[in-house]
């Protein structure tokens, strides 16, 4: 069965930036029906799509974050990081790693999110 | 991009059944059978119930039903259950390559 677990800070200082990472286990990173993607929701908010990565290394972006995101993955370690760049209160959410079936299609699974607040 | 757009509550008695709408344009729902609904309970990760528009993932209950016509998506649950009570999110792919997410609906079960 397929598990996805995000770990990083909990912390983030105003302005610095925001590194996670998203360990699969229970599967390979490496499919050609997959794409890997990062979701975050605000603390009493909706869900925010942020992008996706193939394990070729393919990105896509949200528009009104990609001036600030970068997706990577690492298929030696079956993870996939986000990272985000001058990051402000407003960046302060659970942020989720999801499989995304190509770039089309659904999210499933989940993993159980990780709150990033950013705060000096 | 803008959010699709759902209704923010709904609510519904044991046993009856209710729909959520989600609203989207000629560039995401119109345009595509991507469509998914996802069922997120207080503190815990959301759960895909419908994909494609209108198919059930293995293990989802068959009240669960979902239905498209033209810009609009909806989600019906009927023979609505105490445990149905949830907040509810649709979500489309879009021309852009990227996927958007509905503002969300909290399900109240009366």
């Known amino acids: 069965q397929l598990q996805l677990q995000e770990s990083g800070p909990g912390l983030v200082k105003p302005s610095e930036t925001l590194s996670l990472i998203c360990s699969v286990s229970?599967?390979?990173?490496?499919?050609?029906?997959?794409?890997w993607g990062w979701i975050r929701q605000p603390p009493g908010k909706g869900l925010e799509w942020i992008g996706i990565?193939?394990?070729?290394?393919?990105?896509y972006y949200s528009p009104s974050l990609k001036s600030r995101v970068i997706i990577s993955v690492d298929t030696s370690k079956n993870q996939f990081s986000l990272q985000l760049n001058s990051v402000t209160a407003a960046d302060t959410a659970v942020y989720y790693c999801?499989?995304?079936?190509?770039?089309?299609?659904?999210?499933?699974?989940w993993g159980q999110g990780t709150l990033v607040t950013v705060s000096s | 991009q803008s959010a699709l757009t759902q209704p923010t509550s709904v609510s519904g008695s044991p046993g009856q059944s209710i729909t959520i709408s989600c609203t989207g344009t000629?560039?995401?729902?119109?345009?595509?059978?991507?469509v998914s609904w996802y069922q997120q309970h207080p503190g815990k990760a959301p759960k895909l119930m419908i994909y494609d528009v209108t198919n059930r993932p293995s293990g989802v209950p068959n009240r669960f039903s979902g239905s498209k016509s033209g810009n609009t998506a909806s989600l019906t649950i009927s023979g609505l259950q105490a445990e149905d009570e949830a907040d509810y999110y649709c979500s489309s792919y879009t021309n852009s390559n990227t996927r958007v997410f509905g503002g969300g609906t909290k399900l109240t079960v009366l």
């Open positions: 990565i193939y394990y070729g290394g393919n990105t």
């Open positions: 000629s560039s995401d729902v119109g345009s595509y059978s991507y």
């Open positions: 999801a499989r995304h079936r190509r770039i089309v299609g659904e999210l499933d699974p």
């Open positions: 229970g599967g390979s990173i490496i499919s050609s029906s997959y794409y």
